[in-house]
T-cell receptor, first 110, second 114 residues
Framework: EDQVTQSPEALRLQEGESSSLNCSYT??????LFWYRQDPGKGPEFLFT???AGEEKEKERLKATLTKKESFLHITAPKPEDSATYLC???????????FGKGTTLSVSS | GAGVSQSPSNKVTEKGKDVELRCDPI?????LYWYRQSLGQGLEFLIY????????KSGLPSDRFSAERTGGSVSTLTIQRTQQEDSAVYLC????????????FGPGTRLTVL
């Protein structure tokens, strides 16, 4: 069964304290891996798509990396506005539905 | 924004009533997806529409759930005889073109079944 597991479930950081979120996956085949950010009461907001092991993508304080079994979302010098739930999802075949993990809720305090 | 509008934003209903949730992919799409997000659970796939193909209904949890897409655009998710376990946020997403795999989500409809 295709499965996505995110850890930790919750993460509390001080402003400026860098850390990483983990997304491990077990799938029959990987078309792509997606990261989304979700604020309370809103729909997920797209961050990154990764397609192959070794690929990296960056956006402001966020960097996503991919290996054959997992992906990391690195947060460098976070700010309070980075507080949100970060969702990881995989797609097995093009055009099909995404399989989501349960997310990591990040809280950054000043 | 994500180019997806959903209505209503909130819906409260009584157990046993039918509800209709609407998704309007205002910015165009080649595929449209419905997901459900329950408290403490990840997003769960329900159904998706792509082109003129038959919809993939493999994620619908029971035959009380159905969806249609009219005119190749607006979609309606219908839940008949609602149960308390149907309480969740229902999210719609669009895939803008054949050249991307990315799905862009609407704001969701929060359904509460009393």
């Amino acid at each position: 069964e295709d499965q996505v597991t995110q850890s930790p479930e919750a993460l509390r950081l001080q402003e400026g304290e860098s850390s990483s979120l983990n997304c491990s996956y077990t799938v029959s085949g990987l078309r792509g891996l997606f990261w989304y950010r979700q604020d309370p009461g809103k729909g997920p907001e797209f961050l990154f798509t990764l397609y192959s092991a070794g690929e990296e993508k960056e956006k402001e304080r966020l960097k996503a990396t991919l290996t054959k079994k997992e992906s990391f979302l690195h947060i460098t010098a976070p700010k309070p506005e980075d507080s949100a739930t970060y969702l990881c999802a995989v797609q097995v075949q093009a055009g099909t539905a995404l399989i989501f993990g349960k997310g990591t809720t990040l809280s950054v305090s000043s | 924004g994500a180019g997806v509008s959903q209505s209503p934003s909130n819906k409260v209903t009584e157990k046993g009533k039918d509800v209709e949730l609407r998704c309007d992919p205002i910015s165009g799409h080649t595929a449209l997806y419905w997901y459900r997000q329950s408290l403490g659970q990840g997003l769960e796939f329900l159904i998706y529409f792509q082109g003129n193909s038959a919809p993939d209904k493999s994620g619908l949890p029971s035959d009380r759930f159905s969806a249609e897409r009219t005119g190749g655009s607006v979609s309606t998710l219908t839940i008949q005889r609602t149960q308390q376990e149907d309480s969740a946020v229902y999210l719609c997403a669009r895939k803008p073109s054949a050249g991307t795999d990315t799905q862009y989500f609407g704001p969701g409809t929060r359904l509460t079944v009393l």
